[in-house]
Nanobody
Framework: QVQLVESGGRLVQAGGSLRLSCAAS????????MAWFRQAPGKEREFVAT????????DYADPVKGRFTISRDNAKNTVYLQMNNLKPEDTAVYYC?????????WGQGTQVTVSS
């Protein structure tokens, strides 16, 4: 059974940094593009960042460009999201998935809360 487990979220002050991790188990994802998404209270889940299966190309949503960096370690079956200069509007539950996302494998996400 495929499982994605996100971790690393916590309460942080504005301007701070966090590194999120997404560990995949049950199968390898080294042939898939992977992505991070987020869902803020009362809002739809939105795309944050994506990375090709080789790690050679990335893309970001405009609100996070220049502040967030997505990376992956296929040997560890793990995807990361380095988040710098965090803002209160980054507060959300963060999820990882393939790109495009597979409905059946959404995990529980990890809560990121940025205080002003």
């Amino acid at each position: 059974q495929v499982q994605l487990v996100e971790s690393g979220g916590r309460l942080v002050q504005a301007g701070g940094s966090l590194r999120l991790s997404c560990a995949a188990s049950g199968r390898t994802f080294d042939s898939y593009a992977m992505a991070w998404f987020r869902q803020a209270p009362g809002k739809e889940r939105e795309f944050v960042a994506t990375i090709t299966w080789t790690g050679g190309s990335t893309d970001y949503a405009d609100p996070v460009k220049g502040r967030f960096t997505i990376s992956r370690d296929n040997a560890k079956n793990t995807v990361y999201l380095q988040m710098n200069n965090l803002k209160p509007e980054d507060t959300a539950v963060y999820y990882c998935n393939t790109m495009p996302p597979l409905r059946a494998i959404w995990g529980q996400g990890t809560q990121v809360t940025v205080s002003s």
